[in-house]
């Protein structure tokens, strides 16, 4: 799906007449950039010393690659937060937040986005919150309205195309990206809450994948120091 300044164009009616919209996913693009970046340079570092290094020393590189790599990809390419209408998706480097509509609260922006459900706060990872930002997004206003273009986040659709001016389904663009995110999905909660198929628990999963890996690399990475 691409760009759309208003709301989103509505796809074919689902089975109970409401039109069908694709799913919102938002998350930091500069946070992404920033990880494949470190992510390069760690795999160049860690390369030249197995490869030429000496003594243990390829080793102990080998054995730091899951210690560094797996969290870079946790704090900078895994979060995420993906929306329908049925429920809230948050995921946050260690653990995947899935929220009915019917279960939240509230979210808010304050020095950082925050999902309120069934008595509960979770950071929301993917939605960083730019003081800067807002105070841009208030001179914008004070001049009368003209559009601010978000330079921290974008929009991407359900088909992975990038926004680049304004958040998918935001009336209103003179405003920080994390404003106009939070203002966005609470909307959604507060338009689907009601809907019989948004109903249900909240589920957070721990994301073992990469708190296994990483513990068990620090073990063998101190164990290859110490022998």
């Not at 069908?20 to 938002?26: F, L, P, T």
């Not at 490869?51 to 730091?64: E, Y």
């Amino acid at each position: 799906m691409t760009e759309s300044h208003g709301e989103p164009r509505p796809g074919p009616a689902g089975s109970d007449g409401e039109p069908v919209y694709a799913d919102r996913v938002y998350r930091s693009v500069p946070g992404v950039i920033s990880g494949v970046l470190l992510l390069a340079v760690a795999a160049w570092l860690i390369g030249d010393a197995a490869i030429n290094g000496s003594g243990k020393t390829p080793w102990v590189a080998l054995a730091a690659v899951p210690v560094f790599a797996l969290p870079v990809i946790a704090y900078t390419l895994r979060p995420a937060v993906r929306a329908d209408q049925r429920r809230l998706v948050v995921r946050n480097p260690l653990r995947t937040i899935t929220a009915p509509w019917a279960a939240v609260d509230a979210l808010r922006a304050g020095y950082s986005v925050e999902l309120l459900a069934e008595g509960n706060k979770y950071q929301v990872w993917a939605v960083p919150v730019s003081l800067r930002q807002r105070k841009r997004a208030a001179r914008a206003r004070e001049r009368g309205g003209q559009t601010h273009s978000s330079r921290l986040g974008m929009v991407f659709g359900a088909g992975g195309t990038p926004s680049g001016a304004g958040v998918q389904g935001s009336t209103d663009p003179n405003r920080a990206w994390s404003d106009q995110v939070v203002g966005v999905l609470q909307d959604m909660a507060e338009r689907n809450a009601s809907r019989p198929d948004a109903a249900g628990p909240i589920e957070v999963r721990w994301c073992w994948w990469i708190i296994a890996p990483t513990v068990a690399g620090l073990i063998a990475l101190i164990t290859v120091i110490a022998v």
